[in-house]
């Protein structure tokens, strides 16, 4: 097998801290207008079930304290803020022995900074560089505001995840401009670990419940023009529970799929379980070797690209080329 091409995956527990949300992108299922935020409690409770992983996810509503009865709940709490709320959860993670990975939507520089000690990397999805109209009421969705986020990432040395969301009403002609606009982000900064191709997938009740998802075949064209696209050392993840089949996937140059969860459901498509990671195998054929890796690539791990406070955890979980080590 000494020289089988490696497909990758991250295993994680995905904590939903809150479904507040400033935005309201038409597809989104996750938002609520009446949301609740996660106590102490229970993210020591799912944390406690989730022995395995080694990433902690975590994905929530964008500016979250823009609503009064969250900022209330934070305050009986004892924060002042969301971030310092954030802040301390990364800590406890740490302290449990996982790896933080936020996306947390749209942040400012210092933000990032203050993050970045206690996470392994990041991620913000451009979703598309051109203005639509499912984002009309969304502005932290703005193409300059999300490009600006992630080429701070990239001043502050933080390994990102980014990608495009597909099917959302921009062209084929957009998307080769997103993957361009991503392409010279990394050129610059050399920051941008993953780009993930992600196709959209309706959710009852929300404006966009009866737009079509993109067809395997059109999602199969974007991780085609991605490839061609994106420098070399740049992953395509693509997600293994929005697909049928990853094989045609792979073939075309995706090699990871993300994070994936034997304890948690993918919260943003609950309604997409995850596959076994015996089902992902066989789709590979025997061409593939799937691997586990850290939220951080390898690459980073060797550049010293992580905060202070989750080094000593990357040393433990890491083995000598920079992947997930067992023992
Ligand atoms: O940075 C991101 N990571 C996302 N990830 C995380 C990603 O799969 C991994 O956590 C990263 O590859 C880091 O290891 C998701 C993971 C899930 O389980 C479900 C949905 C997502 C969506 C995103 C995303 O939009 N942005
Ligand atoms: C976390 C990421 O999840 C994606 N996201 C949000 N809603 C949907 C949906 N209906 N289908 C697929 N992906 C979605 C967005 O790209 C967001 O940035
Ligand atoms: S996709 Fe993210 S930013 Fe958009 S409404 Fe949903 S939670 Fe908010």
Redesign the pocket.
Known sequence: MEHSVVVTYSRNVFLPLTNACRNE?K????RSSNPVIMDFDEIKAVLNKAKGASEVLL?FGERPDVHRRIKEKLGEMGYSSFMDYLLDVCRFAITKGFLPHT?AGVLDKGELKALRRYNASMGL?L?QAVELECHSNSPGKKPEVRIRVIKDAGKLQIPFTT?I?VGIGEKMEDRIYSLEVIADIHENYGHIQEVII??????NG?P?ENTPPPTAQEMLEVVKAARRILPPDVTIQIPPN?VEDIYPFVKAGARDLGGISDITPDY??PEHPWPELDRIERCLRGEFVLKERLPIYPKYIKLGWYGNEVSHLIHLLSDEEGYRCRN
Do not use: A, D, R, V
């Open positions: 992108c597809y989104c299922g996750f994905t996306n999805m979703e990608g969301l992600q196709n959209f997938s309706p959710k929300t966009m929005l943003i498509n």
